[in-house]
């Protein structure tokens, strides 16, 4: 049992630290963007180095105190907020943000856990390249949360996810103990894969203090177009069109139904629309070509192609770098309409591809008998990851609903499930999915899970309650 | 402390399962590349299926057996040999290779662990789709073997290693519990990377034994060339052209010493060579472009800008296939010209890309110092991978310097650390290099990976005295 950040233990922590390390948890350190949950913390602390970390972590050890640890608060599944329980310390990354170093000829970069990811994109640019990974909370969450919780974003369709853009990490464990791995390296085989272990392990394993990250060339030809499609089928053979006319140069392939659109024009009315009547599907596509293509007479192309095949009745391709700035605000603000609106349920789920379509229709005549809700699904098509989020009726508020939340979850996870999909696709399992992994995670694979976590974590102080209860 | 399998474990285990599943060993299966380690076996099993799998580790387990896994047999370090020790069960996939499953529009396969990496490939081919992981051994290696030790070979650069182009494993673990993973997904944050911790674990955590692999579109547009450079300051400021000019197109790029195509005059005097002097130093570049492009005008361009900048002085462009598959016999056949001659050291190392100049250098000096050497440095540069290979001078035997070979490795290695490298680029650590882990490992990572093994396999019974002695 883990015991409390009581004032006696926040006081001996505070003095063993540089002042202003240990202060009382602001709001933000306690809220996530949901509302769900409110969190708890005795403290928290802003450490300023890795070996700070490695103090608080070696007190609470000590103390058999919980750590939840805090990267930019933009979570959405509650693996930022401890709601019951002995109070943990809040331990938060934010005054570690250093961009370490920059190596442009090796396409490596070194962050601090606490830089931001929009601070990351930015120093890469300014190196003339490129850090892909790319969210729409870029500004507030942080590359240590990003990797922490295997962020995706609407590049993954090319550039992999968060993973897939990280060399090596430096962090503390549970012992205090402080793992190097910030190496420059594309390949070391030299034993087991423990960067990988801590990605995605959403702070219960390790807190991750600093990331080598891979960059890569911008592309130097870029383009994007709205494309309206009869539905979800028509837009993967549109997929497959695309891919086939420019294999590995697809950026970005998202897929938006009208509710999106129809949320943005309730929620943001200022916000320019690129279509008048919003179409029932529409997919947003961007291409990066290698010098010598345009990448505006590839689209063409490819609406031409998707036309003769009759997937696409309409379509936009962006003539400016401000029309392609439209097209991706569009995308970008519909998860805020839908805070705004306020969901009943949400759901980050992914499917092999061919399954998308029949999820799609199976999953929403099931919840058209349950009742007249409203449903956003929108997402990373290209990597068969759907927000498929539920809604009620315009004119009703999610609390008249929130008796059916649960049932409308089961009823989404359990169609996910049996076509071989992920109920979660990438936002981790946090607090909120815990009992998903219980339900729909592979015996041994759960079972395999918790014996690491005993290992590395015996008293269980690393973020109490996130993925395994 | 493990147990041997003696003849009454063997016959035991032998009528637990269908008749022909446990034999004797083959030479082949105690047998290594390199012929440094001759192995040892009380019999080898071979299962068809996962289930007989789960049964032959359950019986080890049981009566504290050791297990070696065993696929192809290809590997250069040892992991596949266990050479002394109580007699282990040689677990051999080669009757597990079924392709299980393909589906082109997702661009995903299953395979089973024995199938052969060639085979992978051509139903990959089959089905019009690529799966990039390319090696010179295809032929004879294992998928299941492939992903074991994270295999890289000459398209790491551009598509990844084993490890990026798995989407998920079934395994056994040592408990007999069959960890189920086959999901046909990108995208899947449910929890800890235990595809990723058995990936490059050389069956010390568990036998892979089927793998969901990721496939790609291959690019329509390819083209080789070899060109002479001074050095690999100027290969690596070619790379650096060529990715500015082709970004994200540039499949291949490989470095070439010319004791490489002096080793196949000597050894393999019919082989056809491009150039009739060889060069002191050669890259081999291969693009994949999309549709509209010209590979050997992007080449010629390569060619011209690398000529203008001082970095390229000849060269030759591949003009059909035949020319291009010329190019890529000169730099396969290479490992097998240096087995004929026979290494006293042979080295797989990675660098920071800019630190690759300093090593070849450094390290050449030091070798100059120590005898009359001659060296093979060749390899992946564009992922920072080098084999440096020391062989003894022209007429000598390789026997005639075996005192000095573990001070030449020492030697290497080290500078190789110093410059914030890795001792094990591709082929892992095996039973060669477990002490390398002990002196150049961070010592948090090595008690951490004890900590996971110990977890994971108490009685230590998965390829023991691999990876961690």
Same mark, same amino acid.
């Given at each position: 049992m883990l015991n409390p950040a009581d004032e006696h233990f926040v006081a001996t922590l505070a003095q063993s630290l540089p002042e202003g390390t240990i202060r009382a948890p602001e709001p933000r350190h306690l809220e996530e963007p949901r509302s769900r949950w409110a969190g708890l913390g005795g403290c928290v602390a802003l450490p300023r180095s890795t070996a700070e970390v490695a103090s608080v972590v070696r007190a609470c050890q000590a103390a058999r105190v919980g750590i939840v640890p805090w990267g @930019?608060? *933009? @979570?959405?599944?509650? @693996?930022?907020? =401890?709601?019951? @329980?002995p109070a943990p310390v809040i331990l938060s990354?934010?005054? =570690?943000?250093?961009?370490r170093g920059i190596w442009p000829s090796e396409n490596v970069l070194i962050a601090e856990a606490g830089a931001k990811l929009a601070e990351v994109r930015a120093a890469a640019d300014g190196a003339g390249r490129m850090f892909p990974l790319s969210l729409a909370s870029e500004g507030t969450c942080s590359i240590g949360g990003n990797l922490a919780t295997n962020a995706g974003g609407v590049n993954v369709l090319r550039w992999g996810n968060a993973r897939d853009l990280c060399l090596g990490v430096e962090a503390v464990l549970a012992d205090g103990s402080i793992l190097g791995g910030l190496k420059r390296?594309?390949?070391?085989? *030299?034993?087991?894969d423990l960067r990988n272990l801590l990605i995605g392990s959403e702070g219960t394993l390790g807190i991750i203090t600093a990331a080598s990250l891979r960059l890569v060339a911008p592309p130097p030809v870029t383009g994007a177009a709205l494309m309206v499609v009869e539905g979800p089928e028509q837009a993967l053979e549109l997929l497959a069109l695309a891919e086939a006319l420019a294999p590995g140069c697809v950026s970005a392939f998202e897929l938006i139904h009208r509710t999106g659109p129809d949320f943005l024009a309730e929620t943001m009315p200022d916000l320019r629309q690129p279509f008048a009547e919003p179409p029932e599907w529409l997919v947003l596509v961007e291409l990066g070509l290698p010098h010598g293509l345009s990448a505006a007479e590839m689209l063409e192309d490819l609406f031409g192609q998707g036309a003769e095949a009759g997937l696409v009745s309409d379509g936009l391709i962006a003539q400016s770098e401000s029309q392609r700035a439209d097209f991706w605000n569009l995308r970008e603000n519909i998860p805020e309409a839908n805070r705004l609106i306020g969901a009943i349920s949400s759901h980050d789920v992914a499917l092999p591809l061919s399954e998308l379509p029949g999820f799609i229709d199976e999953a929403g005549q099931a919840l058209a008998a349950m009742g007249p809700f409203r449903i956003n699904c929108f997402g990373h098509l290209g990597d068969g990851n759907l927000h498929y989020n539920v809604f009620p009726p315009k004119g009703a508020a999610r609390a008249d609903f929130a008796g059916q939340a649960y049932a409308i979850k089961e009823l989404v996870h359990d169609i996910v499930h049996a076509r071989g999909g992920s109920v979660s696709a990438e936002h981790g399992l946090g607090r909120a999915k815990t009992g998903d992994l219980a339900r729909y995670g592979d015996p041994a694979r759960v079972a395999a899970m918790r014996t690491i976590k005993a290992a590395l974590d015996p008293a269980g102080i690393l973020n109490p309650g996130a993925v395994l209860v």
């Open positions: @930019g608060g *933009t @979570g959405l599944v509650g @693996g930022q907020v =401890m709601a019951e @329980g990354l934010e005054r =570690m943000k250093a961009v390296l594309r390949k070391d085989n *030299t034993g087991y």
